[in-house]
Nanobody, 127 residues
């Protein structure tokens, strides 16, 4: 069973950048779509970015579009989230998640289509 391990979170000033990494331990991302989500206390976990199983399609909500980029490592054992022009409202715990193999395309916002989740990494953006 694959374990997802996030890293790269931390404290950054507004306007700064961070690059989050998600490693697939004991497995790989080959053939799976992957998403990055974030959650703040008292709110629903929300999609930040998703990448299709082939890497040919990326989904970004309007709240982050133009500021974040999701990518897959060629070895298919890591997925990255590059975040630029960070804002205080980006402060959250960030999670990566792997979709079920049957979910090839579309519906990236539905959390129940993601079967494996990491433990999360905290991102704090100071004003």
């Amino acid at each position: 069973q694959v374990q997802l391990v996030e890293s790269g979170g931390g404290l950054v000033q507004a306007g700064g950048s961070l690059r989050l990494s998600c490693a697939a331990v004991g497995g790989s991302f080959q053939g799976y779509s992957v998403g990055w989500f974030r959650q703040v206390p008292g709110k629903e976990r929300e999609l930040v970015a998703a990448i299709s199983w082939r890497g040919s399609y990326r989904e970004y909500p309007e709240s982050v579009k133009g500021r974040v980029t999701i990518s897959r490592d060629s070895s298919e054992t890591a997925v990255f989230l590059q975040m630029n022009s960070l804002k205080p409202e980006d402060t959250a715990v960030y999670y990566c998640a792997q979709r079920g193999r049957q979910y090839l395309n579309g519906d990236y916002y539905t959390k129940s289509t993601y079967h494996y989740w990491g433990q999360g990494t905290q991102v704090t953006v100071s004003s």
